[in-house]
């Protein structure tokens, strides 16, 4: 393959990665200027993940998703029935990705 051919393949990679990011965007606002992400790995996945005060799905549609937000530091909630709530603080720092990964753990109590 030669290097003009590559380098084409290359850019149309990149160019979908970026279209892609775009459409999964959260829906509500964007956020221009400085930015930061932020991606919720939990279990169950049935859990309903908070952001901010703001319910953004479940950990089942947020897979490998990462969130646009603003530098500074964010709230995530994590619940599931059954389970007890976990909420992270979470640093957005900005041109960084940050991924909090959370299991949740079962209820016990009577």
């Known amino acids: 393959m030669s290097y003009r051919r590559l380098l084409s393949a290359v850019t149309l990679i990149v160019?979908?990665?970026?279209?892609?990011?775009?459409?999964?965007?959260?829906t509500g606002g964007?956020?221009?200027?400085d930015s930061a992400t932020i991606t919720v790995d939990a279990l169950p996945l049935e859990a309903e993940v908070i952001l901010d005060g703001v319910r953004i799905g479940t950990a089942h549609d947020?897979?490998?998703?990462?969130l646009t937000v603003v530098p500074g530091y964010h709230l995530v909630q994590i619940s599931a029935q059954g389970h007890l709530t976990n909420v992270v603080e979470v640093p957005g720092i900005r041109d960084w990705a940050t991924r909090?990964?959370?299991l949740l753990?079962?209820?016990r109590r009577p």
């Open 105 to 107: 753990v079962p209820d």
């Open 30 to 33: 964007t956020v221009t200027g």
């Open 62 to 66: 947020l897979i490998n998703r990462a």
């Open 15 to 26: 160019i979908g990665w970026s279209v892609d990011a775009s459409a999964q965007a959260p």
């Open 100 to 102: 909090v990964q959370v």
